[in-house]
């Protein structure tokens, strides 16, 4: 038996040399490799629109193990993180405000049912994966639900250095509503938000459905006024947003990247098997990925010579 036993000990140990995985090679600094930009609506159950928190765990347990590390859309388009060298900016943007995203306790507690909470506590085992995404809000059909705890919600999303963006007032199609309602919207949006959050820089709007202003107005989605009442009180509203997202589409280019069009930022929506395709596609294509050197630099400093993949 025992010699039996050690003439099956070199096939075993051979049989098994291919099952342990090797470790990767270090890839090289890319600061003009291209950043996933994700984003997220619905929580509950995995949908077209939504995704169930098995599934959101899932998510950020692969990012993280694939070296991806979180960044705010306005760290992205201002080119203001550091990253270690070797690893690679995400953002997670969040969509509408539902009540998943972030909800309370009667007591007024982070509820272990909401994305949020599930990200805290991934974060707790995984501090190089802090909570620090973009939460869209349309201040007209109530952010997160539970009215009374939207301040309190607000203040913690900031405090755990995620940062809140402009979606509009009541999410509408701006390309079927007309320049001085396309104002409204995205001022009460803007109004609303800096009374919540006085003195707050509101850097970034994402477009609803996606879907931009007929061209003649789509310039109103960057920059732009509108004056009105609120109530019996005349106010004034101004807004200048770097980053516009759309809803789906793939990787955006570098931030470092020279003629970087914030305007007109791509995302990737999560869902099965969408987000699967885009994780496989930097598996497959390692030196297409951003890479961080472990050094910030300015924006545009990356030459973008005609014909480059974003």
């Not at 070199?10 to 996933?36: E, H, S």
């Not at 939207?150 to 809140?164: A, M, P, R, T, V």
Request: proline content about 11%.
């Amino acid at each position: 038996m025992k010699l039996r036993f050690r003439l099956l000990l070199p096939l075993l140990v051979v049989t098994l040399i291919p099952l342990i995985p090797l470790r990767a090679a270090p890839l090289p600094p890319n600061p003009r490799g291209q950043v996933m930009i994700l984003v997220y609506h619905n929580f509950g159950k995995d949908a077209r629109w939504g995704r169930s928190f098995p599934s959101f765990d899932s998510d950020l347990a692969r990012l993280d193990a694939a070296g991806f590390r979180p960044i705010t859309l306005r760290q992205y388009i201002t080119g203001d993180f550091t990253l270690p060298a070797g690893t690679t900016p995400v953002v997670l943007t969040f969509d509408d405000g539902s009540a998943f995203q972030v909800k309370f306790t009667p007591e007024g507690e982070l509820a272990p049912d909401c994305a949020l909470a599930h990200w805290v506590d991934f974060a707790k085992t995984h501090p190089e994966f802090p909570p620090h995404g973009t939460f869209f809000i349309n201040p007209g059909t109530g952010p997160f639900k539970q009215r009374e705890f939207l301040q309190k919600k607000l203040d913690l999303l900031l405090k755990l250095g995620s940062e809140i963006g402009n979606h509009t007032y009541t999410h509408p199609y701006l390309n079927r509503i007309p320049a001085a309602t396309i104002e409204k919207e995205i001022g009460l949006g803007q109004y609303y938000i800096n009374q919540w959050l006085p003195g707050y820089d509101v850097v970034s709007f994402a477009l609803p459905f996606g879907i931009s202003p007929l061209p003649a107005d789509a310039h109103l989605t960057v920059e732009g006024s509108w004056s009105g009442t609120v109530g019996r009180k005349a106010v004034e509203v101004k807004w200048h947003y770097p980053a516009v997202v759309l809803v789906g589409s793939g990787p955006a280019p570098s931030p470092y990247m020279a003629g970087l069009n914030g305007a007109r930022l791509p995302r990737i929506q999560v869902f099965t098997p969408e987000f699967d395709k885009w994780m496989k596609y930097f598996e497959l294509h390692p030196t297409r990925r951003f890479i961080s050197d472990g050094e910030r630099h300015a924006p545009g400093s990356q030459p973008n010579p005609e014909g480059a993949r974003r």
